[in-house]
T-cell receptor, first 110, second 111 residues
Framework: KAGVTQTPRYLIKTRGQQVTLSCSPI?????VSWYQQTPGQGLQFLFE???????NKGNFPGRFSGRQFSNSRSEMNVSTLELGDSALYLC?????????FGPGTRLTVL | QKEVEQNSGPLSVPEGAIASLNCTYS??????FFWYRQYSGKSPELIMF????GDKEDGRFTAQLNKASQYVSLLIRDSQPSDSATYLC???????????FGAGTTVTVRA
């Protein structure tokens, strides 16, 4: 069974731009979560989607948003990028309370 | 107080020794506990999860949970150089999929 896939793997943007990251969960998994990982703050929960509905949201500003499609694929969007948004963005696919992470998207904001 | 705290590293152990990693959590209602391993430049991979008080063994790994003390640990027996990584403790409090992670403990196994 294929694992979680994320695209793109690397991204460089400038301040003020917006970015969209994509995640395809493991086949059959209907729930997806997003996390941000930085050296200073570690791994922080962004949001979780199940059957196209956001079920949970972390403490991030409204510039961070997401959605899930009927095929369980998910996207997250960050608008008006700031330098501090530079991070590894991880998507996790869920089954029976176990979470499996994708390879991540490394976002650099210049 | 952080939700999940791990013993500060880095932790250096000789090959073949036992590496002991500790984690405490603040939410007494926490239900599920996970240990992830993350190699440098890679994403976290699930090693073990534990829900009930006591020990759970999987190969060279043993997770120990004490809910009364709000403490979870991971023992790595017969440590190998390939175990050199950052180990992340994660806690789930509400039965949903939101995980709170500790800062991680970096382990180096010396050959």
């Amino acid at each position: 069974k294929a694992g979680v896939t994320q695209t793109p793997r690397y991204l460089i943007k400038t301040r003020g731009q917006q970015v969209t990251l994509s995640c395809s969960p493991i086949s059959g998994h209907r729930s997806v979560s997003w996390y941000q990982q930085t050296p200073g703050q570690g791994l922080q929960f962004l949001f979780e989607y199940f059957s196209e509905t956001q079920r949970n949201k972390g403490n991030f500003p409204g510039r961070f948003s997401g959605r899930q499609f009927s095929n369980s694929r998910s996207e997250m969007n960050v608008s008006t990028l700031e330098l501090g948004d530079s991070a590894l963005y991880l998507c996790a696919s869920h089954s029976h309370n176990e979470q499996f992470f994708g390879p991540g998207t490394r976002l650099t904001v210049l | 107080q952080k939700e999940v705290e791990q013993n500060s590293g880095p932790l250096s152990v000789p090959e073949g020794a036992i590496a002991s990693l500790n984690c405490t959590y603040s939410d007494r209602g926490s239900q599920s506990f996970f240990w992830y391993r993350q190699y440098s430049g890679k994403s976290p991979e699930l090693i073990m999860f534990i829900y009930s008080n006591g020990d759970k063994e999987d190969g060279r790994f043993t997770a120990q949970l004490n809910k009364a003390s709000q403490y979870v640990s991971l023992l790595i027996r017969d440590s190998q150089p390939s175990d050199s990584a950052t180990y992340l403790c994660a806690v789930n409090s509400n039965g949903d999929y939101k995980l709170s992670f500790g800062a991680g403990t970096t382990v180096t196994v010396r050959a």
